[in-house]
């Protein structure tokens, strides 16, 4: 079955980086569409970066643009988020989506994509 494990999270301060991962298992990687999503406690999931299944494609949320960088190691089945001065609102769980490259919609909206890990949470402290 297809399992998607994240990594990474923590507790951090204003300013720092962080490095999530998401290893994925049970799924030929090469072919999925890999999303990162967030959700702050009382709040829906949100968007926060897209890759294509060939690393080509990629889309960020506006609230992380120029700070966050979403990447793919197709070799090693892992998806990458790189999220560097970390604010506050950044405080949430992070997850990982994959859908298959020929199924996914619309890349920001987390019900087009059918398998979620479980999560890590981010922690930034002021």
């Known amino acids: 079955q297809v399992q998607l494990v994240e990594s990474g999270g923590g507790l951090v301060q204003v300013g720092d980086s962080l490095r999530l991962s998401c290893a994925a298992s049970?799924?030929?990687?090469?072919?999925?569409?890999m999303g990162w999503f967030r959700q702050a406690p009382g709040k829906e999931r949100e968007f926060v970066a897209f890759?294509?299944?060939?690393?080509?494609?990629?889309y960020y949320a506006d609230s992380v643009k120029g700070r966050c960088t979403i990447s793919r190691d197709n070799a090693k089945n892992t998806v990458y988020l790189q999220i560097d001065s970390l604010k506050p609102e950044d405080t949430a769980v992070y997850y990982c989506?994959?859908?298959?490259?020929?199924?996914?919609?619309?890349?920001?909206?987390?019900?087009?994509?059918?398998?979620w890990g479980q999560g890590t949470q981010v922690t930034v402290s002021s």
């Open positions: 049970g799924l030929t990687f090469s072919s999925y569409n």
């Open positions: 890759i294509g299944w060939n690393g080509r494609n990629t």
């Open positions: 989506a994959a859908e298959p490259r020929y199924s996914l919609r619309n890349y920001y909206r987390p019900r087009d994509y059918d398998y």
